[in-house]
């Protein structure tokens, strides 16, 4: 086992300057679903999102979620979902 893992898995921002930061799994504790902390450009937490797993995020809009999933059969589909922001 390594001495040291990494403090986080990527980092994104989207199209309100909100930094996105997906959480770092440790081995044998995966989650199903990807988890992001979304900062505010004054580094305040605004909230958590989970994503889809296996899904390739290329743009986080006001509304949406922009990305590539690939299936079973190694087919890759472009996915929109759609993102609903609370609180001020």
Do not use: H, K
């Not at 605004?46 to 087919?75: C, H, K, N, Q």
């Amino acid at each position: 086992m390594p001495e040291t893992f990494p403090a986080f898995d990527q980092i994104l921002a989207d199209a309100l300057g909100n930094l996105w930061i997906q959480e770092y799994d440790l081995p044998g504790q995966e989650r199903p679903d990807p988890l992001w902390t979304v900062f505010d450009e004054e580094g305040r937490v605004l909230g958590f999102v989970e994503t889809p797993s296996g899904l390739r995020i290329y743009e986080i809009g006001e509304d949406y979620i922009l990305g590539r999933a690939t299936d079973d059969l190694g087919v890759e589909y472009v996915q929109m979902w759609s993102l609903e922001r609370t609180g001020g």
